[in-house]
């Protein structure tokens, strides 16, 4: 049977960085608010790349980090709520930014959890043979859909891309992955799209935006965390004590907390970069898994864990040797 295997993984996040001291200028917050109650200092937040410039250079990077080009690809997919046009998709405009071949390239929309959604249908591709090399990518700026005058949002999100490339194995690098979805609580987290047509009028364009109820966030993630990882862990027969990592969505320092303290798991165990990151929505998982193997704190036959929420509702993570 054909399993699959990480080749290699690429991140990359603008280089214009808002502080919290730049936020606390436009709405009432502060740095002391805002670093003790979700851990993020800096984000980067783009100017004038959107969402394809940056998942091509997230791509680039993961592509050298491997023995294939991007000729060698058969797929491409991406993780996204913020592509550069609602058509064609951000995987478009990366197939021919990349150079790639007539192939299939698709995006996908799970908020948060997206990169884990697509790395679970890129698993059953390359799982079925009819697949062999994937680019799969999460790139999301966060910064073109939230108003900077709602302290509740603002706050929390930033720019950037992570790709990881998948290929094919004899052995069994993906132990367990699990993706879920609940669309009873679509309200928590959410952005309007275009409105019903009335009487074929055009309606006046308002600008949507992302809008949450942060604490009810909060207690999903919590939840969903520990939830995932046990499953996880069981189906994997993986004991989570046994991970030498856990790479977490970067949406709040205290989310991460929570759900080690109710693992049991130490906090050294817990990959960490939302203080410069904030929360980069699809991207802030790949974006961590690279920064773990770039800084030698995740080697090759280590395995970790991964794990992610977001709006949908959606959630899910996997175990994986690296
Ligand atoms: N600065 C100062 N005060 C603030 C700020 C701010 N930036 N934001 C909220 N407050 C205030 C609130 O108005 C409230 O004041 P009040 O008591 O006078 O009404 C008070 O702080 C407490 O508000 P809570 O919402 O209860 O604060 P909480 O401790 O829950 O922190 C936060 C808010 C950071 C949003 C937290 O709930 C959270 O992280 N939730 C999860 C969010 C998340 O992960 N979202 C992303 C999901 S992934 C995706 O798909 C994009």
Redesign the pocket.
Known sequence: MTHTKILGTGSYMPNHIITNQDLAKI????DA??TS??GIKNRPMTIDENTSDLAYQAALKALESTDISAEDLDLIIVATITGDYVLPGVAQLLQRKLGARMIPAFDINA??SGFIYALDIADKMIQSEAYRHILIVGADI?SKITDFSD??TC??FADGAGAMVLGPSKEKHIKAIQTFSKGDQELL?YMDSYPLKKNFETPPQARPFVK?Q??D??KF?VWAMPYTLNKLSETSQIALDDLELIVA?Q??ER?IRYAAKSLKIPMDKMFMNIGKTG?T?AASVPIAIDEAVQSNRLKRNQVFGTVA???GLTWGGAIIKY
Do not use: E, P, Y
């Open positions: 709405v009432d917050t502060s608010w805002i109650r979700t908020a948060c966060l302290r509740n706050v929390l987290l949450m942060g604490s966030v909060f993630a969505h949406a709040n989310i929360n929505s929420f977001g709006g």
